[in-house]
């Protein structure tokens, strides 16, 4: 019966497989007969003592312990689950400060998460934790149990979007952004509309099921394109694609391999990702980025920070480092990025945060995506501008309007730099270079009173100091050598001796530079020394390489491979390597600044 298959383990789910039934009518079924997860203490003293934890796991066939109590109305906040690349710690952060502002309005908060490495999961930060899974079976029991007036899903990152609707379906009541307002800005297509509709400019596009329907609009959008799926994670398998090879290799990571069926039928394997439908877009190159982090009521937009990344449109925005204020932003793209966000905001139906990401091309603004949720430059942004985004966003979804809140225009007294922690050097043979789908585990946060001082603080505590003399390699593609030679340029003004492959020598001697030539790795004789070599006898202090392509066989990926090992500092945007040499000056000249000059005295 349904009471022995919940005990051993089976999901709603997978019941429904078996029973060719769906899991919702399982759910149905199960609730009808009686069939409900009871609900333990976490029991914190072993046993001696009766356990009054306010931490609790499901279970089956067991009594429930403690029914809740109390008169406060209730919300259920979503965690973000297990940390992994593309959700860390920075929505823990959100779910935080979630929870102690509903605490503070007078609700009961209720946490529901599966991460005990968490600060969401300790026992002070809510009224009542929920040890779950964040699937729809899990996140239901829960909400049958405390009757919530609402479920909070925009603090979590994407986990809990996607939960969105089974939340409403059970009839529940999704607190801020609908999930209306979340498949329309998930949804590649539909997005892709509403924002042809709303006159905002935005890459050339098309939705597509396979991968001759691929072809076929990357024909007519013209390359380079990129390669998006529906509701993912941190950028999992985006891809720039510059010719059809690569858009086949691109189509097969979101389709999966293809596979023979029993009855020799040929079939994907499927990764998932397709099930939305792909987005291909044609990719704006050599474009500045920007992040902009919003408040709306569904009425009304609050514009809060606009950040510029440092390297140029293609890096995922969770691997490139982000500026505040945005120092290349013009006045008249600052008043055109405000126009585009705040027509977004109320026709997406977004209630909370809102995280538009936008790209600036020949003074063109061109909107990339936009999110309904707290993006993970949130704390970022919070601790750079001095203003708890969540705890404003937990009051809108909790029915106040922005005229309510007061809020000013945030005006920064200094330059504020997040920077991507990457974990390269644990995975040897990985190669490093950035693209857009997300590869860092964490990110660190630095202000000084320029760009170039932040910048150098923030890569040195992300565990890459800049060397401040010594010798600098430089390999760049053919389209950045110009500009590679005011890089090269400003090196050897601060002493740094140039070495370089062949191609980029020949560039930069043209442009009056002294330069030592040395042979890429396909083209070394047999006794002559490469570049490889340069870099593991210790011989180099800083690597430029913009790669050609990527893969073992690459030239390119060698020396990176090289850097990682010998723990060089390796740049592989020339936009990033613009900035470090920025950082290398002012970092000779930096000095320490007190906490008392910093914030003020009597603090």
């Known amino acids: 019966d349904l009471l022995r298959a919940k005990r051993a383990g089976w999901g709603d789910d997978s019941i429904g497989d078996a029973l060719g039934l769906s899991g919702a009518e399982v759910r149905r079924r199960r609730r009808q007969e009686g069939v409900l997860p009871a609900f ?11 356990a009054g934890s306010n931490y609790f796991y499901s279970t089956w066939g067991e009594a429930d312990e403690t029914l809740p109590a109390g008169d406060k ?69 829960v909400c049958d149990r405390e009757q919530p007036v609402g479920v909070v899903t925009q603090f979590g990152g994407q986990t809990p979007l996607r939960l969105a609707r089974s939340i409403e379906d059970g009839g529940y009541r999704i607190l801020g952004t609908p999930h209306a307002a979340i498949d329309l800005a998930e949804d590649r297509a539909r997005f892709g509309s509403l924002v042809e509709e709303l006159g905002v400019r935005c890459p050339p596009w098309a939705i597509v099921a396979s991968a001759e329907e691929a ?6 959008i013209g390359y380079p394109v990129l390669v998006r799926p529906s509701y993912v994670l941190g950028g999992r ?26 009855t020799g039928t040929r079939v994907s394997a499927g990764s998932g990702l397709a099930q939305n439908g792909v987005l291909l877009d044609r990719f704006v190159e050599h474009a500045i980025e920007l992040d902009v982090d919003a408040l709306c009521d569904g009425e009304t937009v609050f514009i809060a920070a606009v950040m510029q990344h440092v390297e140029e449109a293609g890096v995922h925005s969770g691997d490139s480092a982000c500026v505040l204020p945005a120092p290349s932003l013009t006045l008249a793209a600052a008043l055109e990025v405000e126009h585009v966000v705040k027509r977004l905001g109320p026709a997406l139906g977004v209630v909370g945060l809102l995280n538009v990401q936008l790209a600036i091309a020949d003074g063109s603004v061109y909107v ?51 920077a991507a922690v990457l974990p390269f050097a644990r995975f040897p043979g990985a190669d490093p270079v950035l693209g857009p789908e997300m590869r860092s585990t964490g990110e660190v946060m630095a202000s000084a009173a320029d760009l170039p001082t932040a910048l150098a603080k923030a890569e040195r505590a992300a565990g890459r100091p800049l060397p401040t003399s010594g010798t600098a390699f430089l390999s760049v593609r053919d389209e950045d050598k110009p500009a590679a030679v005011a890089v090269a340029a400003a090196l050897a003004g601060l002493g740094f001796e140039l070495v370089a492959t ?66 060089v500092p390796c740049v592989t945007t020339i936009s990033g390597a613009a900035a470090a040499v920025h950082a290398i000056a002012n970092a000779r000249a930096e000095s320490a600044l007190s906490l008392q000059e910093r914030i003020g005295s009597g603090v």
């Open 237 to 262: 398998a985006m891809r720039i694609c510059y010719d059809d090879e690569q858009l086949e290799e691109a189509m097969a990571a979101v389709h999966g391999p293809e596979l023979v069926g029993a």
């Open 368 to 418: 990339l995506e936009a999110n309904p949720r707290a993006s993970r430059t949130v704390p970022f942004a919070s601790k750079a501008i001095g203003l708890n985004l969540v705890a404003a966003a937990c009051r809108l979804a909790a029915g106040e309007k922005l005229p309510d809140l007061a809020l000013t225009t945030p005006r920064p007294t200094q330059v504020s730099v997040k």
């Open 40 to 50: 333990r203490r976490v029991d914190s003293c072993a046993g001696e003592v009766e």
């Open 502 to 567: 062949e191609g980029t020598a020949r560039t930069l001697r043209a442009a009056g530079l002294e330069i030592e030539e040395i042979a890429k790795v396909a083209d070394a004789l047999p006794d002559e020394s490469t570049v490889v070599d340069l870099v593991r006898r210790g011989r180099c202090d800083l690597v430029i390489n913009t790669p050609q392509g990527s893969g073992a066989r690459e030239d390119g990926y060698l020396i990176r491979e090289a850097a990682l090992v010998a723990r």
């Open 215 to 220: 072809y076929a609009a990357a024909l007519e």
């Open 73 to 141: 109305p209730r919300v259920v906040i979503l965690g973000s689950g297990p940390n992994r690349i593309g959700q860390g710690i920075e929505f823990d952060y959100c779910c935080v400060h979630a929870a102690q502002t509903f605490r503070e309005l007078g609700y009961e908060a209720v946490m529901v998460n599966c991460n005990p490495e968490t600060v969401s999961t300790d026992y002070d930060t809510s009224d009542r934790l929920y040890f779950e899974p964040l699937s729809p079976e899990e996140v239901l029991a």
